[in-house]
């Protein structure tokens, strides 16, 4: 028996240490976070920060769960606002919401709208984030709109943009396209 107790006083500490050696080994490991992993989690607390923010309303097309965040800059006298195939003339800036905050694209600078589809298919030119916050506009709005990366240009890179950006776009709503001038 006494041969057995001193086994386990030294082994079991010997043990618990070489345990405690390979999972400080495999902790370091994990702290090891990969920068695109970095850069979605910055991204993602950057949208949520605006959950709190007063002047920022939580929107949503109805019946949709995906939201985007909106305050309204100047408010328009339009009573219609545009549906999920509408076509619309738009001036917009678009930043990122994390890093440097970098301008995007967009046409504030210049004199003409830029002609925009909200969702039509192949025929498709805005991401989702965009549709949500027009639809919730009425020519004459000038919002600030914040999207996350998932309803923007998701898990892939697109031109400047890295995987899961968010995005701060400012956008003005001059005029909804009725059909019979498409013709």
Request: aromatic share 10%.
């Amino acid at each position: 028996m006494k041969k057995s107790g001193l086994l386990n006083k030294i082994y079991i500490p010997l043990l618990l240490c070489g345990i405690l050696a390979v999972s400080s080994i495999l902790t370091s490991c994990d702290k090891k976070i990969d920068a695109t992993l970095e850069w979605r989690m910055d991204n993602e607390k950057r949208f949520e920060e605006y959950s709190i923010k007063k002047d920022f309303k939580k929107v949503t097309i109805d019946g949709l769960n995906p939201f985007v965040y909106m305050h309204w800059i100047k408010k328009g006298e339009g009573k219609e606002y545009p549906i999920q195939t509408s076509r619309v003339l738009v001036h917009y800036e678009c930043f990122l919401l994390a890093g440097n905050k970098s301008f995007v694209d967009g046409n504030f600078d210049q004199e003409k709208s830029l002609r925009l589809v909200l969702d039509r298919g192949k025929e498709g030119q805005s991401i989702v984030g965009v549709q949500i916050a027009l639809q919730n506009m009425v020519v004459g709005d000038e919002t600030e709109v914040i999207i996350p990366w998932y309803l923007a240009y998701g898990d892939k890179a697109k031109d400047s943009l890295r995987p899961y950006s968010a995005l701060r776009y400012r956008i003005r709503l001059d005029k909804i396209i009725p059909e019979e001038e498409l013709h």
